[in-house]
């Protein structure tokens, strides 16, 4: 069975670019989440969808957005890049609603902002 | 929000030693804690997590222990060989049950 997919793998903006970055969660489950993991730090948590409707949302600006399409997948779409934002962005999915039945997490968006 | 500590920062064993990696959390309505490993290039693996109505789990050479009334719970690896080497997450489940609040990592190395 596929894991957490993400693409692309990695990615170069420039400041003040858009992005947008792609997740497919594990066949059945219905739970996104979207991390930010900055180098040498625990990822952070930024959105959280399930059926399509966001759950949670952690202390990011409004420069990022996500959304949840009918078959799960969803997307990260951040505005205005700054060189702050470059990291690794991941995506985790779970068959619940609350996580106590665990998050899968992909490998990751490596996102570099020049 | 909630807060995750997470020590020590680095470990370097010997092939065969014990590891243990402890944290400490703030929310004492955070009711669950799963241990991540991530290898260099890849995202977090998912290697062992408990629940707050138990107080210890193990599975094979892991082991997790919480301590919920000092709010504190640590990863125990044991027999270490040189593929356990990678960088290890606590995390702890927010009260909303939405959100995992991570630690810091630690860096674990496993020399032959």
């Known amino acids: 069975d596929a894991g957490v997919t993400q693409s692309p793998t990695h990615l170069i903006k420039t400041r003040g670019q858009h992005v947008t970055l792609r997740c497919s969660p594990i066949?059945?489950?219905?739970?996104v989440s979207w991390y930010q993991q900055v180098l040498g730090q625990g990822p952070q948590f930024i959105f959280q969808y399930y059926e399509k409707e966001e759950r949670g949302r952690g202390n990011f600006p409004d420069r990022f957005s996500a959304r949840q399409f009918p078959n799960y997948s969803s997307e990260l779409n951040v505005n205005a890049l700054l060189l702050g934002d470059s990291a690794l962005y991941l995506c985790?999915?779970?068959?619940?609603?609350?996580?106590?039945?665990?998050?899968?997490f992909g490998s990751g968006t490596r996102l570099t902002v020049v | 929000g909630e807060n995750v500590e997470q020590h020590p920062s680095t470990l370097s064993v010997q092939e065969g030693d014990s590891a243990v990696i402890k944290c400490t959390y703030s929310?004492?309505?955070?009711?669950?804690f799963p241990w991540y490993k991530q290898e260099l290039g890849k995202g977090p693996q998912l290697i062992i997590d408990i629940r707050s109505n138990v107080g210890e789990k193990k599975d094979q050479r892991i082991a997790v222990t919480l301590n919920k009334t000092a709010k504190h719970f640590s990863l125990h690896i044991t027999e270490t060989q040189p593929e356990d080497s990678a960088v290890y997450f606590c995390?702890?489940?927010?009260?909303?049950?939405?959100?995992?609040?991570f630690g810091k990592g630690t860096s674990l190395l496993v020399t032959p």
């Open positions: 066949s059945g489950h219905k739970s």
């Open positions: 995390a702890s489940l927010s009260n909303s049950g939405y959100a995992l609040n």
């Open positions: 929310d004492s309505a955070s009711n669950y």
């Open positions: 985790a999915s779970s068959l619940k609603d609350r996580g106590l039945g665990g998050y899968t």
